[in-house]
């Protein structure tokens, strides 16, 4: 038997009398400087200055639990020293301070990390303090911690911060987001806001793209260029990726792009688009119906088939196109364009109709409408063409059936 019932710990004996023992090394501290570090090996090294020293120790972790796939972890990869110039030489900066631990047999631990540390060798945290309080880059966020609040940050700017009031923020430089569990509020802000959910994705903002079909990160598309963008489409079970080209659904306003070529999208027109509403079918495969509003006020709408089915309206300021498909024999009908070939209502032919036919019908004939039943002519009645050229007068008019742009008609 070795006299314990657990496996000794590095750098643990089981003797005594040996003269580093509670002398040397012994719960003796010192603090140290990072040199260098290793994220592969997970290994640094140390200058202490009490004794003068150099030491290898493990990177400290803040938690760790190997459990599979249940492990969980908290860590910090620290970042040394480096070499900065200064008045054009060469200097190096130090690293984090930190204390360092010594077991019975001489090596060293890792003991925690120093707030820095002033010349007289106590904890630098008023220094710290009077740095936010001045405005020193980097320690904006060095916030005055009440009892039980917590705050983590990296190097870039990357901030957490949990208050006892039960606030929780969660910031990378100016983007945040805010969960107030006081108000049962939340708050965000960011240059744009991009939500996915499985092939699905909103868009809110500042245009971001990958620029190029490798790029791993997005990056700005056009300067100014904002929109509010939403897409429903189904995802390939084996990719996540959208299913179909065509989406079942999609919603855009404001500067809207082509998503393969990056440029402004234009309208039917040859203007930009401002506004766009597309559906598809039942397995997202065609575009079934389609909304657009370009930047002049312009209005194209398509519903059914793209081809050769279905109904197109467009209408620009002043004109009025629709056309259709063999449902009406192939026709197709114009309101009120100048180029109108097949009008649907020109109210002057209308007019000019209904008065030839008073004249050549009722007028022409006012003498001898009828035959009696002696035989004898009827003459029409005065009053009733008097009342036919009434309703003509009346009804038939720019109020009605002209159109106000009666100069467009084509006769």
């Not at 519903?303 to 498909?325: I, P, Y």
């Not at 032919?349 to 002696?374: E, M, P, Y």
Request: charged share 20%.
């Amino acid at each position: 038997m070795d006299g314990i019932s657990r496996d000794l710990n590095p750098g643990e004996r089981l003797g005594h009398g040996d003269l580093r023992d509670g002398v040397q090394y012994l719960s003796r501290p010192g603090r140290g400087q990072i040199d260098t570090v290793n994220p592969i090996n997970g290994k640094i090294v140390v200058n202490t200055n009490d004794p003068f020293d150099v030491r290898e120790v493990t990177v400290p972790v803040l938690w760790f639990s190997a459990r599979g796939t249940k492990s969980a972890w908290g860590r910090y990869m620290p970042m040394g020293s480096e070499k900065t110039t200064v008045n054009g030489k060469e200097v190096i900066k130090g690293g984090e301070l930190v204390h360092l631990l010594y077991r019975n047999d001489g090596t060293a631990v890792f003991g925690g990390y120093d707030a820095t540390a002033t010349p007289d060798g106590e904890p630098g945290w008023t220094d710290l303090e009077a740095a936010r309080k001045n405005k020193v880059p980097g320690f904006a966020n060095f916030k005055q911690l009440k009892r039980g609040e917590f705050d983590f940050k990296s190097s870039g700017n990357a901030y957490i911060f949990g208050s006892n009031a039960g606030t929780l923020l969660l910031a990378g430089g100016q983007s945040f987001i805010k969960l107030d569990g006081q108000s049962y509020r939340s708050e965000a802000k960011s240059s744009e806001f991009h939500q996915t959910s499985d092939a699905c994705e909103t868009r809110f903002g500042t245009i971001f793209r990958k620029l190029k079909p490798t790029d791993f990160a997005e990056g700005v598309v056009q300067s100014g260029g904002k929109e509010f963008l939403v897409n429903l489409n189904d995802a390939n079970p084996a990719t996540g990726a959208p299913l179909t080209g065509q989406p079942k659904a999609k919603l855009h306003f404001g500067d809207i792009i082509n998503n393969t070529t990056l440029v402004a999208e234009n309208g039917e027109f040859g203007s930009k688009l401002r506004g766009l509403i597309s559906l598809g079918d039942s397995v997202s495969a065609t575009e079934i119906f389609r909304f657009e509003v370009d930047q002049l006020g312009n209005v194209a709408w398509t519903q059914g088939n793209t081809g050769t089915s279905g109904f197109k309206m467009r209408a620009q300021k002043f004109d009025m196109e629709a056309t259709t498909d063999a449902r009406f024999n192939g026709k197709k009908i114009i309101i009120g364009k100048t180029s109108a070939d097949e009008p649907l209502v020109c109210g002057n032919l209308l007019k000019d109709t209904f008065s030839k036919f008073i004249d050549q019908v009722f007028t022409a004939n006012a003498s001898s409408w009828g035959i009696g039943n002696l035989g004898n002519p009827v003459p029409l009645s005065p009053a009733v063409t008097a009342s036919i050229k009434a309703w003509l007068a009346a009804f038939v008019s720019n109020d009605y059936f002209n159109s106000t742009k009666a100069v467009t008609e084509k006769a």
